[in-house]
């Protein structure tokens, strides 16, 4: 029962083949001529064809051309001919009256085709070869006829009668102008007067309209169906012009058409162009793709239509529902996309791949894969924040597919599982994964989430390379080297010899998984394309399917464009998939982001750049905008707000329609940032806010978005003075990051706990606090940050007392390599004003020896901060020049140093006199 | 209501009407209705037929003196459209020799006679049997067309110009109630609901003894609000009219209250018989549903419509050899109607031989894809059978025909759950219960699947529970569990 599939690739006869087998009699009609009648030269003759075998290659292609699409084709390959090429063609066609004259038609082309000993033929002799391209077409077509019906031929007829009718709707406009070209036009002139003539006259300005419309809306079209749909296709492709229809285009309604059909957006009049159902599977396949790159950007009611019709159409193709349910959850439609999902999968029952096979005996011994459904029921819920209900979903699936034997969908259940467990931060296991959860369950319980995640990682890495999945192996080695970048690996058994063991993250690890990760492009650059039958549906399903990215891409041209060439050649396509280069794209950002918690900024920063330069096409649109986040957030650290909004400035142009995402984050997060450092409060609270708003409200989701907004927060409050407040918030986000075991969190938290204390005048109870920041960043390796909580402790240690300078300076001595190496504007402008006042308070220096070696360090300090414009830092450095000045007795610098103090601590004590271009500039979301 | 004498009448002379339009179906169910209303003892004595005549005579009269419709008090008097072609001797042959070619089912001829006349009637029927010809049409290209990719979305071709020409006549005031409604039904299959929703109103408040048209109307109202939202006069169909929506809203007992209203005038007919005993069955007042149907049988024997949910009730009560007899009286009276088929699938599923139930239920979807009773009874027969993709199927495509039926809800609830996917069975559940809160059963199920080792969410299954004792769970299931799971 689960669906009633024809046989794929059925060849239908249509109109447009009809057409085709016209221009095929004119290129080899049967008289014996070398170059035949119309024709005035051979290489003329050749252009139509290589014309027509063009056209018989992507004769199964998924939109055919309407006649005046392919008019205008005609029209570029034949020059002069034109004229007589269409009108030829539309004179035959419509002297098509009669099922008889279809017959007679039929069988007058069987004499252009050449007997099967045909090998021997004259020169002069034009005749196709039954087993040529040409040949093999006609000869489809010949039995296609053959094979309809007495009804078949009655429906070929009147749809001929739509094809004609359409195109003469709009071929006016192109040919009117030149009508007084060639004496043949007269004919056609009559030919139209023949016609429903009145009809032109209306149509012709709504059409000229239309055409330009068209023009400027045509849309770049990929067409990258699926190989075997493709396989005539090798090098020769009909240029994009003839794939005029694409979906996105408004459709140009002709008044000849059927009322109702307007609804049908881009696909086709009812039951006129039929496509095979491979036709219609690679269309959805390539939309699918388009919705998962695009996102909530992607237009949800036209295509929604679309996949209405189209269900109207085939109401056993099930696949339409599932991209219904993709079109939904993409767009944030809850129930829309449940219902889609239930439905699809009622109607496959998981079974439906690609690469399905009818169902032998239906349904008696085959029990479906309803697994598959758990599995995208599971992804869905984590697309929407439904942790919980992912994770019950998912364990169910894991239980259903170890039932059902279904290794393939189980290593997929697993590493969705493994990628949602570091998402969504879960305090405990007890009531999610309970005794019932099987792939843990052999291990006890006693093991902590984490350690649980590790072992799952492990065992679904195995499971993956045993099944040779390697898109999974490659993806598992990704969620393992996000894994090992923030966690310590503990031993798993709590008795037993234990191994001694460092209680350290192992960078090397993370870039060996990375490394291995990135095995697979070779993998895929060396095979050529061999169909692998993943075949599983994930969210992934579509990527998972391979598909020759960027093989069919055309560069769209107009149709009405000079374009002289009708059709261009293609270069071989890589055989890279695109999901191969998306997996590998998002490799590069896992680095970035490593390099980013090392505290490597000029490789995080390159990372990121390689992302963004060569990975943009197969990259989703939210990964790009993190890429894009990334850079911005750099040239802000390093460069000053200035160069980072003008970027973000273009980051939004880019990312326009997508609301909540990385780039609105990023905005926020600048703001903040910058407000603070201009002491703008109000404002710094109030994005705080907006901040905070963004995360969900569920418990465990969104845990990176609550912690920064908590962070936040109290930094705000540090920055009004608030102390106690300050370290109430920091000491609950201390709490929540141990509760969900967000390690690399609480270490910025201790450290900011530090740093309260220390501008609250605590310092001695802020150095233990300074302390534990410092051990946390050794475990996790974050060197930038340790060097940042050296400064931080450093500083404590100088505010304690003149004893304690020369064990600041040497902290600060020891940190200066990374903080001068690796450090942004903020950190560096700090740790030079504390090498200032550690040179100051120690009793033992001396100012007049020399003043170079403090001035030097409080003039950097003063210029970075001014990028930055940190007022309250700024001023700090420049109340210590003028000191240094008035002690060295150089006044006039003296009263320099003092007037950017006062300008400093004026600005800082007033931000609203300030005029404030940004917020200006770019308005808050 | 107006007294039985003046409903007797206008069902009379409307029966009249409709068959003349060949509205037969329209005409057979007002037919139904005139013998149901309850006789009067004295006159039934009296010779039928001579009442009939008298009666014709009346309505002559009736025409001449008044025809404004006055629908006061819960009573509307619609003029008889004059049937002008009565005068012109030709035009009233034409229209003879268009309704004989009608009644042969040559529809194109019948309009083709018809092509000149511009009388209301004549207009009217020729645009009818255009209609009926482009829905014969449209039934033979869709099996024509059947193209690669399944059926194809064949359209009656003759809508748009029915369209275009009904609509000048209505601007025109040219249009009388039975064209309205040809119109209505037009503009419905077009899809444009709202429109068709206002003519239809038209139709009927002008001429309401067409049942076809508030069937029409009927199958338009798919919320309470629309229902709410109709302007209809206050005639005695009204109140067949809203005991039908009703009932397709699900609100059983009120339609029921309505049917038993009826019942008071329209003693004896039928239909009421039969949608009380539909009321009934919804309301699993089985015992009741046996009882009518054992009178209906009597009263009229070689009925064959509805008769699918007796045998669903016999079925249930499992009375093998009611169900048997049942079976074979339909057999005989009419093998290829889809109840027929639906109540012989019915039989051999009770006897367990699934196989064969299966085999009579493709028959009656074959007769009528969207028969949705035969879908969801052929999943349940699949679910018999242990083999739950396809009862998924079955049942899939019952709630896309019809996304109310809870019944099929719950089967594909079972049908995941028999695959031990509790969790993902719990959203058609969800959706059962949604539609038929008050069904203790489905309550039970849920709480069922709550309750699974796997699941484990006993709070959950324990609030199930107590939905379902509160509504009154006939057979306790529910008090057990509750106790032990709490």
């Keep these: 029962m689960a669906g009633i599939f024809k046989p794929p690739g059925a060849f239908t006869i249509t109109p447009h083949k009809v057409s085709m087998c016209i221009l095929l009699q004119i290129y080899a009609p049967p008289a014996q001529i070398s170059v035949p009648f119309p024709f005035s030269s051979v290489s003329q003759h050749n252009r139509l064809g290589l014309f027509l075998l063009a056209l018989a290659k992507s004769c199964d292609d998924i939109l055919e051309l309407k006649l005046d699409e392919l008019i205008t084709q005609l029209r570029e390959i034949g020059g002069l001919l034109n004229h007589w090429l269409s009108d030829h063609l539309t004179r035959r066609l419509s002297s098509l009256s009669s099922p008889d004259d279809l017959f007679n038609f039929f069988s007058d082309l069987r004499g252009i085709l050449g007997g099967p000993d045909s090998s021997v033929v004259d020169d002069d002799q034009i005749i196709l070869d039954p087993n040529s391209n040409l040949g093999m077409f006609l000869r489809r ?35 009117l102008p030149r009508s007084d070209d060639s004496a043949n036009d007269l004919e056609a002139l009559l030919e139209y007067e023949n016609m429903d003539l009145e009809n032109f006259v209306f149509e012709k300005v709504s059409e000229e309209i239309e055409a330009k419309k068209r023009a400027t809306e045509r849309v770049s079209f990929h067409n990258h169906a699926p190989r075997a749909l493709f396989g005539l296709v090798e090098d020769i492709e009909v240029s994009a012009g003839m794939k005029l229809t694409h979906s996105d285009k408004p459709r140009e309604v002709s008044p000849f058409v059927h009322p109702s059909n307007d609804t049908l957006g881009g696909v086709d009049p009812p039951g006129v162009f039929l496509r095979t159902n491979w036709q219609i599977q690679g269309y959805l396949l390539e939309q699918a793709d388009a919705i998962e790159k695009h996102g909530s950007s992607f237009p949800l009611n036209a295509f929604e239509s679309i996949l209405k019709q189209l269900q109207k ?81 998912l364990t169910e699936a894991v239980r259903v597919s170890q039932q059902h034997s279904d290794d393939t969908c189980l290593a997929y259940t697993l590493s969705a599982i493994c990628n949602l467990l570091p998402e969504v931060r879960i305090s405990s296991t007890t009531g999610i994964l309970g005794s ?25 890495l195995k499971r993956a390379e045993s099944l040779k999945l390697k898109r999974l192996v490659a993806s598992n080695h990704l969620a393992m080297a996000k894994f090992d970048l923030t966690h310590v690996q503990r031993p798993l058994l709590s008795f037993g010899p234990k191994a001694s063991m460092k209680l350290r993250t192992w960078p090397a690890n993370v870039c060996k998984e990375l490394r291995c990760s990135s095995h697979i492009i070779s993998d895929f650059a060396m095979e050529s394309s061999i169909m692998t039958t993943d075949g599983t549906f994930s969210t992934a399903w579509v990527k998972n399917l391979q598909k020759p990215m960027g093989s069919l891409i055309f560069s769209q041209d107009n149709g009405t464009g000079s374009n002289s060439d009708a059709f261009h050649f293609c270069a071989q396509p890589s055989s890279i998939p695109g999901s191969v280069l998306q997996l590998v794209g998002s490799s590069y950002v896992v680095r970035a982001t490593a390099w ?8 995080a920063r390159l990372n990121a750049l390689v992302y963004a330069t060569c990975f943009t096409d197969s990259s989703s649109s939210a990964d790009l905008a993190l890429a894009y986040a990334k850079l911005i957030q750099h040239l802000a ?75 936040r927060h109290a930094r705000t409050l540090l920055a009004a003075n608030q102390f106690n407040q300050a370290a109430a918030v920091a000491h609950s986000l201390f709490c929540m990051c141990y509760k969900f075991n967000l390690q690399v969190e609480n270490a910025n938290v201790l450290l900011l706990l530090a ?58 001595h020891g940190a200066f390599p990374m903080i001068l190496g690796h450090g942004g504007l903020e950190l560096r402008g700090r740790a030079y004003i504390a090498e200032a006042k550690c040179y100051l308070s120690d009793p033992s220096f001396s100012v007049f020896e020399d003043p170079e070696v403090v001035l030097d360090p409080l003039r950097q300090a003063s210029e970075e901060l001014q990028v930055l414009e940190y007022h309250e830092l700024a001023a700090e450095a420049f109340y210590l020049m003028a000191i240094v000045f008035d002690k060295l007795g150089r006044l006039e610098e003296r009263e320099e140093a003092a007037a950017s103090f006062k300008k400093h ?7 609203q006199d300030e005029e404030d271009t940004f917020i200006d500039i770019i308005s808050l979301g | 209501m107006g007294t039985t004498e003046s409903c007797r009448n206008e069902l009379r002379s409307a029966i009249r009407q409709l068959s003349d339009r060949c509205l037969y179906s329209a005409s057979k169910w007002a037919a139904e209705q005139l013998v149901g209303i309850e006789q009067d003892p004295a006159k039934f004595t009296s010779s039928h037929t001579r009442f009939q005549r008298g009666s014709s005579s009346i309505r002559r009269r009736f025409r001449t003196n008044e025809i404004t419709s006055t629908p006061t008090a819960g009573v509307s008097y619609v003029s008889t459209p004059v049937p002008e072609e009565d005068n012109d001797a030709v035009d009233s042959d034409f229209y003879l020799l268009a309704k004989s070619y009608f009644d042969c089912r040559e529809y194109r001829r019948a309009a083709h006679v018809l092509r000149d006349q511009t009388g209301k009637k004549a207009v009217f029927l020729r645009c009818y049997a255009l209609y009926l010809a482009g829905e014969k049409r449209k039934e033979e290209e869709m099996i024509e067309l059947e193209g690669p990719l399944g059926k194809s979305d064949a359209v009656n071709r003759e809508l748009v110009s029915l369209e275009r020409e009904l609509s000048t006549l209505r601007k025109n005031g040219m249009i009388d109630p039975f064209g309205l409604y040809l119109y209505g039904l037009v503009l419905k299959e077009k899809g444009s609901e709202n429109l068709a929703r206002t003519v239809l109103v038209e139709s009927v408040n002008s001429y309401p003894w067409n049942w076809n048209a508030w069937s029409e109307l009927q199958s338009l109202c798919t919320t309470i609000e629309t229902l709410n939202s109709l302007n209809l006069n206050n005639h005695w169909m009204k109140d067949f009219f809203l005991a039908g929506a009703l009932q397709e809203l699900r609100m059983h007992s009120e339609s029921l209250a309505k049917y038993e209203y009826l019942q008071g005038s329209f003693s004896f007919s039928n239909y009421i018989q039969a949608q009380i005993a539909k009321a009934q069955y919804s309301l699993r007042e089985f015992e009741q549903v046996e009882v009518i149907f054992e009178e209906l049988l009597r009263n009229d024997p070689y009925r064959v419509e509805d008769m699918d949910m007796y045998s669903n009730v016999l079925y249930a009560k499992e009375c093998f050899p009611a169900l048997s007899y049942l079976a074979h009286r339909v057999f005989l009276t009419d093998k290829y109607r889809p109840e027929s088929c639906c109540i012989i699938g019915n039989y051999y599923s009770l006897k367990g031989q699934h196989e064969k139930s299966v085999m009579y239920f493709r028959r009656a979807l074959k007769l009528n894809k969207n028969y949705l009773s035969a879908w969801t009874l052929m999943g349940h027969e699949y679910v018999e059978m242990k083999n739950t993709p396809a009862a998924v199927d079955a049942y899939r495509r019952a709630v896309d025909i019809n996304p109310c039926d809870y019944r099929a809800w719950y089967g594909l609830g079972q049908a995941y759950e028999m695959m031990g996917m509790p969790f993902y069975a719990l ?49 306790a299931i529910a008090s057990s569990p509750t106790c032990k799971a709490a």
């Design chain 1, 436 to 460: 019932s959860f099987s792939p843990v369950a052999s291990i006890g319980t006693s093991l902590s989430i984490q350690q649980q995640l590790f072992v799952l990682l492990r065992r679904s």
């Design chain 1, 141 to 175: 077509c010949l039995l296609a006829f053959n094979l309809l019906s007495f009804e078949g031929v009655c429906h070929l007829l009147s749809n001929i009668g739509t094809y004609c009718k359409e195109a003469l709707s709009s071929c006016p406009p192109y040919e």
């Design chain 1, 755 to 812: 740093e309260i204390h220390k501008r609250s005048g605590n310092a001695v109870l802020g150095i233990p606090y300074a302390l534990a920041s410092l051990s946390f960043c050794q475990s996790f390796n974050l060197d930038l940050f340790k060097a940042s909580a050296t400064l931080t402790l450093a500083e404590l240690w100088l505010s304690l007392g003149s004893n304690h300078t020369e064990r600041a300076s040497t902290l600060i």
């Design chain 1, 905 to 911: 601590m004026i600005a800082l004590e007033n931000p």
């Design chain 1, 313 to 393: 159409l085939a109401p056993e193709l099930h696949r339409v529902h599932f991209l219904r349910y993709l079109n939904s959850l993409y767009h944030d439609d809850y129930p829309a996309a449940l219902e889609n999902l239930h439905r699809y999968f009622d109607y496959s029952a998981g079974t439906e791949g690609f690469e399905f096979a009818p169902p032998s005996s239906p349904g008696c011994n085959s029990f479906g894969r309803y697994e598959i459904a758990l599995l995208c029921l599971g992804m869905m819920h984590f697309h929407f924040g439904h942790p919980k209900q992912a994770l019950k979903v």
């Design chain 2, 427 to 475: 959203h058609y559940f969800r959706k059962s219960v949604f539609l038929q809160p008050g069904d203790s059963r489905l309550w039970i199920a849920m709480a069922h699947c709550y309750e699974t080792e796997r699941l484990h969410m006993p709070e959950e299954a324990i609030k199930c529970y107590l939905r379902a004792e509160n509504c009154n769970d006939r057979e």
């Design chain 1, 637 to 711: 650290f390093f460069k000053g707000y200035r160069e980072a909004f003008a970027a973000l400035k273009i980051a939004e142009e880019k990312f326009l329609s997508v609301s909540k995402s990385r780039i609105l984050l990023l905005k926020l997060q600048l703001l903040h940032e910058r407000s603070l450092h201009r002491g703008h409060l109000k404002v710094a609270q109030q994005l705080c806010d907006e901040l905070g708003v963004l995360a969900s409200s569920v418990t465990g989701v969104d845990m990176e978005l609550k912690t920064e907004a908590s962070l």
């Design chain 1, 596 to 603: 980013e918690l090392y505290g490597s900024a000029p490789l």
